[in-house]
């Protein structure tokens, strides 16, 4: 009796750090320096990455700490969606807009084969993104 007690003292103790060790080993964050320049007007700031089994989540942070933008990319249905924009960018073309490059940006900056960074153009819109890597946490 008292063994067996000690063998299931033992899994309760082991089991649930093995899960989030499991966890952790599938959650990766990135973190970018980020410039995304609109004609005469720009944004710079930090980008942060979290990817997840079949989502990524990101926000983007100007240099005083504000949320400029934050979105879930499902990378299934390859679908961006805008959680939450500053009022600038909280408009219906707006957001359409970023959805669309996002949509082409995130799966260059997930990828394996290129860690460093990416830089997007959006010819139509004259809008250009520029991602750097910082760190990977």
């Known amino acids: 009796m008292n063994r067996s007690l000690y ?9 649930p750090n093995v899960v989030s060790a499991e966890a952790q080993a599938s959650e990766r964050s990135r973190r970018y320096n980020v410039q995304i320049g609109i004609n005469r007007a720009g944004v710079s700031g930090v980008c942060i990455l979290q990817e997840r089994a079949e989502e990524v989540l990101g926000a983007i942070i100007n240099e005083f700490g504000i949320s400029v933008l ?24 707006i957001k359409r807009v970023l959805k669309k490059d996002l949509k082409e940006i995130v799966p260059q900056l997930t990828g394996e084969d290129n860690p460093i960074g990416c830089r997007y153009c959006n010819e139509r819109h004259k809008i250009e993104y520029t991602f750097a890597l910082q760190a990977q946490i």
């Not at 249905?77 to 073309?93: G, T």
Request: proline share 0%; charged share 25%.
């Open 7 to 15: 063998i299931l003292l033992t899994l309760f103790l082991l089991v």
């Open 70 to 93: 934050s979105f879930r990319y499902d990378a299934k249905r390859r679908s961006v969606k805008i959680i939450d924009a500053i009022s600038q960018l909280d408009k219906c073309y």
